[in-house]
C-alpha cells in the first residue's frame, strides 16, 4: 500500500515533507515539495494498521508544524488524487481505489502533479467538460480505444490515473546512492556493435550494485556525449524490474538502431532509477513463461522488425462494427496458473476437437474488403466474381442473409455522401450497362476500385455464401454505394 | 487453430500468432475462447493491391518469418502460429527450404508446439505432424439452415506424421463447425 502526504498552501512551508516521509520508509518519492507519496508496505508490524500509520503520519507533520492530508491506498496513483480532494486522513482499502474515486471532480486530475509524464491534463479535462462528464467515474467508464482516438495515447495515462491505476512504478528518491556510470572513450564510436561492448561494460559493475542492494531497473537512461559537443539522451522504461546485463545491453541498444545519435559518440553515461527487484518463485506443477527479461527483449526485437503498432494482444472492442478490434501492449508478466481452479485446470473448459464437440466457425478478414461483382436475381446473390488473384469466383450455390449492419453515421456523413454519389454512379454506370435497375432478375453490379478505408460509419447489407467450388465468404453491399465487397473468408 | 490457441491459453501457456497477411479475426478468437490477454499478435504487412511493387510482399512474408523466428528463439511460448493460409503457394516456395529445417532443430526438444498454417503442406520432410483440413465431400460441406448459415462440415486427414507409425497415418477425423 502506499502514503500519500499532501500539504495544502499555507504561509509556513518551513518543514519538508521528505524529512516527514524518511521516518517511516526509505521507498518514498518526493513529487513536489508540497507532495511526498511513501510505499508503507510492511510497516503493519511497527505502527499498526493502515489507519494507525496515516493517523501517526498526520500527528508527526502537526508536531512538526505542517498541516497535510494523509491518503492510503492500494495504489500511488488513487493515494495522490485523494491526498488533493480529501482533507484528514482518508484509508481505502486494496480494490476499492476506483469506487471511492468515482465521484471525485474530473477538474482534480489538473491539480496533481503528472504521474504520466507525458502530456499536462489540461486537455483531456476541458475535453471532458466539454463531452458534459463532470466526475473521474465518468471519465473512468468511457472506451479506451475511443478516448485514444480522439485525445490520442496520452488521454489513456490520465483515464488510468481517473481508474486509480499506477501507470509507473514508484521511483524511490535516494540522495545517497547514484547507479551511474561513465565511460570516455579515447577515439569515437560511429557504429553500434562497438559501442554495445562500452555499455557491457558500464552495466556490469552497475548490475552488480543494483544485485547486492536488491534492486532493478526502473528506467535506464542512456546519454551519450557526441564529437559535436552536443548531448544526446535516451530513457527507457522498462515494463518491469530487471538487471540482467544482456537484456539491458539489448535493449539499450535496440533503442538506439531505432533512434541513432546524429554523430560519433565520445562518451557514454548510463544512469539507472532503482525500483525493488521481483521477487520469483517457480512452481513445479505448471510449465514454465517466458520471463519479463526475454519478453521485453522479444517485444522490442520484434517492434524493430515489424513496427512497434504491429506486435500486442488483441482486445475486441465493444461495438457492432464488422471486424473492429484494437490492440494494446503486451504484458511481460503474467500467472502460469489455468484458468479457474487448479480442479478445473485439469479438466480444460475448451474441448479438444472431436466429431461430437462443433467447434466454432472462424473467419479470416479482409482488412480491406475486395472488390466484387455479384448477379442477383430475385433480390439474393447467384454470382460472385472478382479480379482479385487468390479469390475464388462462380455461382454461388447457397446463400443466407441478407443482415443490414450500420453504425456511426451520426460521425460525418456529408464526406462520405459525396464518395457515395461518385461511386454509385460509377457503379450504376456499370449496372445500365449490363442490365436494368435493381432487383430485375440477372442485375450484375460492377466492382469499384476500393472500399473507402477508415471511415467511421459504416451501412451495408451481409450475405454469408457458398460458391459452387466450396469458397465460402461472407460478402456485403455497401449500401451507400450498392457495390459488393468480400468482407471474410469462412474457415 | 483457433483451437489450438484456446486450449494452450486454457492451460495456462503463453502464446504467439504470426498472423503474416493480417487476417486474424478478434471476434472469432475470443468466441472460440482464446484468451486475449495470453496472445501475442504479430501483424504483417501483406498488402492486398502491391502495385508495381512486386517485390514488397515476398519482403513482407520474410519479415514475418523473421517475426517467427525471433519468437520461436525467446522460448517457453506454449504454441507458435505462422499463419500464411491465404498466401499464393508460389510466395511460400520462394523461401528457401532449410527455413523449415532451421525452425524444426529451433523447436526440437522444446515443449514449444510450432504451427504453420497454408494452403498446402510448407515443411515437407521437417513436419512433425501434417493435417490436412478440407470441406467433406460426401455431403457438400456447408451447411444452411432456412436463412443462416450454420457452418462447415470437415475432414482433418493426418496425411504424414513422424512420430507414430504407419498405421495412424491417413487417420481421418470428421469435424463441424458452427457459427457463432
Redesign the interface.
Known amino acids: 500500500m502506499f502514503a500519500c502526504l499532501y500539504r495544502p498552501p499555507a504561509p509556513d512551508e518551513s518543514v519538508a515533507l521528505d524529512v516527514i516521509a524518511r521516518d517511516y520508509s526509505p521507498r518514498y518519492e518526493r513529487h513536489a515539495a508540497d507532495l511526498v507519496s511513501v510505499d508503507v508496505n510492511g510497516l503493519e508490524r511497527l505502527f499498526g494498521s493502515p489507519r494507525a500509520i496515516a493517523d501517526d503520519m498526520r500527528r508527526d507533520a502537526a508536531s512538526r508544524g505542517a498541516r497535510v492530508h494523509v491518503a492510503i491506498a492500494g495504489t500511488r496513483t488513487a493515494a495522490v488524487v485523494l491526498a488533493h480532494a480529501r482533507p484528514g486522513v482518508t484509508v481505502v482499502m486494496p480494490g476499492d481505489e476506483a469506487d471511492m474515486l468515482a465521484p471525485l471532480a474530473i477538474g482534480i486530475l489538473e491539480q496533481i502533479p503528472d504521474l504520466t509524464q507525458s502530456s499536462p491534463a489540461a486537455f483531456a479535462v476541458s475535453a471532458c467538460r466539454r463531452w458534459g462528464i463532470r466526475t473521474l467515474g465518468e471519465f473512468a467508464a468511457l472506451p479506451p480505444s475511443d478516448v485514444s482516438s480522439r485525445l490520442g495515447r496520452a488521454a489513456l495515462a490520465w483515464q488510468a490515473i481517473a481508474r486509480g491505476q499506477d501507470v509507473r512504478p514508484l521511483i524511490p528518491t535516494l540522495d545517497e546512492e547514484r547507479f551511474e556510470g561513465t565511460f570516455e572513450l579515447e577515439w569515437p564510436v560511429e557504429d553500434l556493435e562497438p559501442l554495445s561492448f562500452v555499455l557491457t561494460r558500464l552495466l556490469e559493475p552497475l548490475s552488480m550494485r543494483l544485485e547486492r542492494r536488491d534492486r532493478g531497473a526502473a528506467v535506464l537512461h542512456v546519454i551519450l556525449r557526441l564529437v559535436t559537443k552536443d548531448m544526446y539522451a535516451r530513457r527507457l522504461e522498462l515494463p518491469s524490474p530487471m538487471r540482467d546485463v544482456r537484456t539491458l545491453r539489448t535493449l539499450a541498444l535496440l533503442d538506439l538502431e531505432s533512434h541513432p545519435p546524429s554523430a560519433a559518440v565520445d562518451r557514454v553515461t548510463i544512469v539507472i532509477d532503482p525500483t525493488p527487484g521481483r521477487v520469483l518463485q517457480h512452481t513445479l506443477f505448471?510449465?514454465?513463461?517466458?520471463?519479463p527479461e526475454?519478453?521485453s527483449?522479444?517485444l522490442a526485437?520484434?517492434g524493430a522488425?515489424?513496427?512497434q503498432d504491429?506486435?500486442?494482444?488483441?482486445?475486441?472492442?465493444d461495438t457492432y462494427r464488422p471486424?473492429a478490434?484494437s490492440?494494446k501492449p503486451?504484458?511481460t508478466e503474467?500467472?502460469?496458473?489455468?484458468?479457474g481452479s487448479r480442479l478445473e485446470?485439469r479438466q480444460?473448459?475448451?474441448p479438444?476437437?472431436?466429431?461430437l464437440q462443433?467447434?466454432?466457425?472462424?473467419?479470416?478478414?479482409?482488412?480491406?474488403p475486395?472488390p466484387a461483382r455479384v448477379t442477383i436475381d430475385r433480390g439474393r446473390p447467384i454470382k460472385l466474381t472478382t479480379d482479385?488473384?487468390?479469390f475464388a469466383g462462380g455461382s454461388i450455390?447457397?446463400?443466407?442473409?441478407p443482415w443490414r449492419s450500420s453504425g456511426n453515421w451520426w460521425e460525418g456523413g456529408a464526406g462520405r455522401a459525396g464518395e457515395a454519389d461518385r461511386a454509385g454512379e460509377a457503379g450504376r454506370a456499370g449496372e445500365a450497362g449490363r442490365a436494368g435497375g435493381p432487383g430485375r432478375a440477372g442485375t450484375e453490379v460492377s466492382a469499384p476500385s476500393?472500399y473507402p478505408p477508415h471511415l467511421p460509419y459504416w451501412n451495408r447489407e451481409e450475405w454469408?455464401v457458398?460458391l459452387s467450388d466450396?469458397a465460402?465468404y461472407r460478402i456485403f453491399q455497401d449500401r451507400d454505394t450498392e457495390a459488393w465487397f468480400i468482407d471474410?473468408?469462412?474457415? | 487453430m483457433l483451437q489450438m490457441l484456446a486450449a494452450a491459453t486454457a492451460r495456462g501457456e503463453l502464446v504467439a500468432l504470426v498472423d503474416a497477411l493480417d487476417m486474424f479475426d478478434v471476434e472469432s478468437a475470443a468466441a472460440a475462447g482464446v484468451d486475449l490477454d495470453r496472445l501475442l499478435w504479430i501483424r504483417g504487412h501483406v498488402v492486398t493491391n502491391p502495385g508495381m511493387c512486386r517485390d514488397m510482399n515476398q519482403r513482407a512474408l520474410e519479415q514475418a518469418l523473421r517475426a517467427f523466428t525471433l519468437v520461436l528463439q525467446a522460448g517457453n511460448f506454449g504454441l507458435v502460429v505462422f499463419d500464411v493460409a491465404e498466401a499464393p503457394s508460389i510466395a511460400i516456395k520462394r523461401l528457401p527450404f532449410t527455413t523449415w529445417l532451421r525452425l524444426q532443430r529451433m523447436v526440437e526438444g522444446r515443449q514449444t508446439i510450432c504451427l504453420l498454417v497454408g494452403s498446402e503442406p510448407m515443411a515437407r520432410s521437417s513436419a512433425g505432424l501434417t493435417v490436412k483440413c478440407g470441406l467433406r465431400i460426401e455431403d457438400c460441406g456447408f451447411r444452411f439452415s432456412d436463412r443462416l448459415f450454420d457452418g462447415l462440415n470437415i475432414d482433418a486427414n493426418v496425411i504424414e506424421s513422424r512420430l507414430t507409425n504407419h498405421e495412424s497415418r491417413h487417420v481421418r477425423v470428421p469435424l463441424q463447425t458452427t457459427c457463432a
Open positions: 505448471s510449465r514454465a513463461l517466458p520471463t526475454q519478453l527483449t522479444l526485437r520484434l522488425v515489424m513496427g504491429r506486435v500486442g494482444a488483441p482486445v475486441a472492442v471486424g478490434f490492440m503486451f504484458a503474467h500467472r502460469g496458473e489455468a484458468r485446470a480444460p473448459r475448451v479438444l476437437a472431436s466429431s462443433p467447434l466454432v466457425s472462424a473467419l479470416r478478414r479482409c482488412r480491406q475486395v482479385r488473384r487468390g450455390v447457397r446463400c443466407a442473409g476500393t454469408d457458398a466450396g465460402v471474410a473468408i469462412v474457415d
